[in-house]
């Protein structure tokens, strides 16, 4: 049931009040509008094309207990033992225990699991102790995405605003209203119109994604820049274990090949690393961790980074030749496709790969209803932090993680809503004092320092002295952002860049608060792990 009575969309007209203000259009804001829109006019803003976020490069799959021979215990054991001693072990039970449900609601809305004698296929992923990843292929993001994107398409109560980016949570407080602190929209700048507008809702849901592009490799597509977990930390939301920044250990090294990675599934089937061929292409995970190639990603990465410095090479090689052609075409038909588009025959020869950020572990920080610590406001897949990853997250539990909170949100709204709940008048934005910006180079040559240096100094190991000179640089890029912003026309860039240094210092700033090395974080100066796990919080002033 809507709560106001807005027009509708007409050329020349932007429609402003909804039900549901979704942010992001990848697996978890999709989920949450198929969940809503039965009961609740909903838009989804999404500030490029509906299916450029991260979800639809998920190679590997959805991790759920699926075989008689698993185990809810054992899926949990492996993901208390991945999150280094970090993981909420409630919120763990509630996402495992959910799984295999969240794989039948994908079922049920026509997603092409791959199947095996007429069961759903299961391959197994590093720190997984059995068979448990369901997928499609290894292509299993875009094939959800592509499925969930019709169905949304064909909602009529699910309104898709592309080009839209959010630029701020609007809050009672903001607006000066008595009361509890509570959510009552956003401004969005919308690129065709190059203009804000603002939107006005009883609930707000964000599901932007991590911050991948904080770092000068990546795995994360172009729109991977932090934008909720900024907006909810300027909002006033705590947020958690920003230290721990996954770097997958096997994206692609090619010139030509911007952010493609090689899916934990190919080690999953046998995939050996090696040293690169000058050096005798030896293998070398075993003098790392017993688990060798099977061991977590944090462990992988790191081995990887210490065989790269130590010898100098710009990269190591992923071999999988061992498998016969006919498995790698069926399996791997994209990485196959992919890696022969660039001259690389994976059924001859290995792979050239290299540690890219991978994933954001940390985030907003919710309870198991998804709800931050504003009211009307939650925060759904890589955006929050729910406790189930904790300093490292386990192979193909993301996009698990974004169906089973999203529709735990969904719940929690549904319960929540009130049918005549009466919203405050939102004031437009004001831009009348500000111009258009003569020196926009500023903004690509900032974006362009802030990645590099948090890749020097941030990255997969991290020194006191590193993060000194990040947080340094950060204060600096903090105050000319200010400025632009203040006395500028926004822009896209300018948005994602203020994000992207907002994401900077909370990840330094919980990196320096944590005095030991766990999980994702390493630190050279503090090298043992503390006996207590705790998490980093951070408040806002």
Same mark, same amino acid.
Not at 16 to 30: E, F, P, T, W
Not at 48 to 67: H, K, N, P
Not at 210 to 238: E, F, H, Q, S
């Given at each position: ?8 969309? &007409? #050329? *020349? =007209?932007?429609r402003? %009040? ?9 697996? @978890?804001?999709? $989920?949450?509008?198929l ?17 450029e ?6 190679q590997g ?12 215990a ?6 208390? &033992? #991945? *999150? =280094?001693?970090?993981? %909420?072990?409630t ?7 959910? @799984?295999?449900? $969240?794989?039948a ?10 199947k ?8 197994r ?23 969930l994107?019709?169905? &949304? ?15 701020d ?12 602190q ?25 599901a ?34 920003m230290?721990?920044?996954q770097?997958?250990p ?13 899916s ?13 061929p ?9 003098d790392h ?64 790969v290299v ?15 998804a709800?931050?610590d ?15 990853h ?46 258009d ?44 952002i ?27 700033k919980?990196a320096?608060a ?28």
């Amino acid at each position: 049931m809507t709560t106001s009575s807005p027009s509708p969309s &007409v #050329a *020349g =007209a932007v429609r402003s %009040d909804y039900d549901v203000l979704i942010v992001g259009s990848g697996l @978890a804001g999709l $989920s949450c509008a198929l969940m809503l829109a039965d009961q609740f006019d909903v838009a989804i803003l999404t500030k490029r094309g509906v299916a450029e976020g991260s979800s639809g490069w998920a190679q590997g799959g959805i991790a759920a207990v699926w075989d008689k021979n698993d185990s809810f215990a054992a899926h949990v054991d492996d993901t208390l &033992v #991945a *999150g =280094a001693g970090l993981c %909420d072990r409630t919120a763990t039970e509630f996402v495992v225990q959910h @799984a295999p449900e $969240s794989i039948a609601w994908l079922q049920s809305l026509g997603v092409p699991f791959s199947k095996e004698d007429g069961h759903l296929h299961l391959t197994r992923e590093g720190g997984h102790s059995a068979r448990r990843i369901v997928h499609v292929t290894d292509a299993t993001g875009a094939a959800v995405q592509k499925t969930l994107i019709e169905r &949304v398409r064909q909602h009529p109560r699910i309104h898709v605003l592309e080009g839209h980016t959010l630029v701020d949570l609007i809050t009672s407080r903001k607006l000066g209203l008595p009361g509890p602190q509570r959510c009552v929209g956003l401004y969005a700048h919308h690129d065709e119109s190059d203009s804000v507008h603002s939107f006005r809702a009883q609930h707000t849901i964000l599901a932007t994604g991590g911050a991948g592009k904080v770092y000068l490799y990546t795995t994360n597509p172009d729109t991977a820049t932090g934008d909720g977990i900024a907006a909810a930390w300027r909002a006033g939301c705590r947020v958690q274990n920003m230290e721990f920044i996954q770097f997958h250990p096997t994206c692609l090294y090619h010139p030509h090949a911007k952010s493609f990675l090689i899916s934990e599934a190919v080690r999953g089937e046998g995939g050996k690393l090696l040293l690169p061929p000058s050096a005798g292409g030896k293998r070398f995970m075993l003098d790392h961790d017993e688990r060798a190639e099977l061991a977590p990603r944090d462990i992988v990465a790191r081995a990887i980074d210490f065989e790269m410095k130590k010898g100098g090479y710009d990269c190591v090689y992923l071999d999988i030749s061992h498998q016969p052609l006919a498995f790698l075409q069926e399996h791997f038909p994209n990485i196959y496709a992919r890696c022969l588009e660039l001259g690389i025959d994976i059924s001859k020869e290995p792979i050239p790969v290299v540690p890219a950020a991978h994933y954001t572990c940390g985030g907003v920080w919710t309870d198991l209803d998804a709800r931050t610590d504003l009211a009307g406001l939650y925060a759904v897949g890589e955006t929050a932090c729910t406790g189930l990853h904790g300093a490292n997250r386990l192979a193909s539990n993301s996009l698990v993680e974004c169906m089973v909170f999203a529709k735990a949100a969904t719940k929690t709204i549904a319960k929540n809503h009130q049918c005549n709940a009466s919203l405050p008048t939102l004031p437009a934005w004001d831009d009348s004092r500000v111009t258009d910006a003569d020196e926009s180079v500023v903004i690509s040559h900032n974006w362009d320092e802030l990645r590099r240096f948090m890749w020097d100094y941030v990255g997969i190991v991290r020194t006191n002295k590193r993060l000194e000179r990040a947080a340094h640089r950060i204060a600096l890029l903090q105050a000319e952002i200010a400025e632009f912003y203040a006395h500028f026309h926004v822009s896209r860039d300018l948005l994602e860049l203020r994000n992207l240094v907002q994401v900077a210092d909370l990840i330094v700033k919980s990196a320096q608060a944590r005095h030991e090395s766990r999980g994702l974080h390493y630190s050279r100066d503090y090298p043992k792990l503390l006996p207590q796990a705790l998490p980093t919080t951070l408040v806002p002033r």
